[in-house]
């Protein structure tokens, strides 16, 4: 079983910087990807950045330019790093990971259980 643990969320002004972590924990032999995702009120949840192994990234229209995904593979750690934060961007972001267990499964997904991030105009 894999369990994940969102923090660094919180309310901050527009223009504002905060760094989501996710700790990932249990069968991991490796971390393959990550992402995050976000749900607004009323909306649908929506990728905002995802990060696979070999270094490729990838970010939503939206926070491209603003936000960064980054991994700490050694300490099984996913990160997101929001600059330059508007009103719109207030939601509930999510952590998924991608891992092969230490069981041999690969390609397993699991989620974090969120974190409230608003910002105030």
């Known amino acids: 079983q894999v369990q994940l643990v969102e923090s660094g969320g919180g309310l901050v002004q527009a223009g504002g910087s905060l760094r989501l972590s996710c700790a990932a924990s249990g069968s991991i032999f490796s971390i393959n990807g990550a992402d995050w995702y976000r749900q607004a009120p009323g909306k649908q949840r929506e990728l905002v950045a995802a990060?696979?192994?070999?270094?490729?990234?990838s970010y939503a229209d939206s926070v491209k330019g603003r936000f960064t995904i980054s991994r700490d593979n050694a300490k099984n750690m996913v990160y997101l790093q929001m600059n330059s934060l508007k009103p719109e961007d207030t939601a509930v972001y999510y952590c998924k990971v991608i891992v092969t267990t230490t069981s041999g499964l690969h390609g397993a997904s699991y989620w974090g259980q969120g974190t409230q991030v608003t910002v105030s105009s």
């Open positions: 990060d696979r192994s070999g270094g490729s990234t």
